[in-house]
């Protein structure tokens, strides 16, 4: 049960310290958000750190999910 714990911790740790990809790009206000930026961002992380590589599957997810809200802004 400690052990679990731990590994959960310090995997949710590690993410905190990169940060989602998407929210990364979805907040930054310099550049307009584009479909899956998030996995372009967390992609350029990981060649760099090789952390980030943990956390593509949930930017891909939330990438996809905000695709509606990308076809929208480019009308």
């Not at 989602?20 to 206000?29: A, H, K, N, R």
């Not at 996995?39 to 509606?68: C, R, Y």
Request: with cysteine; aromatic share 12%.
């Amino acid at each position: 049960m400690k052990k679990t714990l731990f590994i959960l911790t310090a995997l949710s740790l590690l993410n905190g310290l990169t940060g989602c990809g998407t929210i990364v790009q979805l907040i930054d206000p310099t550049e307009k958000y584009q479909a899956y930026d998030g996995i372009k961002f967390d992609w350029q992380q990981a060649q760099k750190w090789g952390l980030p590589i943990l956390d593509l599957p949930l930017s891909f997810l939330l990438d996809t999910a905000l695709l509606p809200y990308v076809w929208s802004q480019a009308e």
